[in-house]
C-alpha cells in the first residue's frame, strides 16, 4: 500500500504564496501521475494540477501561471507551487496518485486558507 502525506497547508493573505509538498512511502513506489485536488467548502473536489512520471503537467484554467506543480523522483515527493493566491483558492487540498495498474491513493489533504 502507498501512503501519500501532505504538508504546507496554512493562512495566507491574498496575493500571497504557499508551497505545498505530498510525500509518497511504500513497499512499491510506481507512481505514473500524482497531482493535486482542491475541495471548497460545500463544494465538489476539482484537478488543480497534475504531473506524470515523464514530467507532463496539466492545469486548470484556473490556476494557470499562478501555480506550478513539479516532482522529484528522487525523494518521491510532488510540490504544488501557489503564488498570487485569491480567495477562492481557499480550502481543502489533497495529494492523488495512480500506479500502472490502476491503483488510486489520496492523502489526507491539507487546509488552505486565504484572506482578503
Known amino acids: 500500500q502507498v501512503q501519500l502525506v501532505e504538508s504546507g497547508g496554512g493562512l495566507v493573505q491574498a496575493g500571497g504564496s504557499l508551497r505545498l509538498s505530498c510525500a509518497a512511502s511504500?513497499?512499491?513506489?510506481?507512481?505514473?501521475?500524482m497531482g493535486w485536488y482542491h475541495q471548497a467548502p460545500g463544494k465538489q473536489r476539482e484537478l488543480v494540477a497534475s504531473i506524470t512520471n515523464g514530467g507532463s503537467t496539466n492545469y486548470a484554467d484556473s490556476v494557470m501561471g499562478r501555480f506550478t506543480i513539479s516532482r522529484d523522483n528522487a525523494k518521491n515527493t510532488v510540490i504544488l507551487q501557489m503564488n498570487s493566491l485569491k480567495s477562492d483558492d481557499t480550502g481543502v487540498y489533497y495529494c492523488n496518485a495512480a500506479n500502472r495498474w490502476g491503483d488510486t491513493y489520496w492523502g489526507q489533504g491539507t487546509q488552505v486558507t486565504v484572506s482578503s
Open positions: 511504500g513497499s512499491r513506489l510506481i507512481l505514473n501521475v
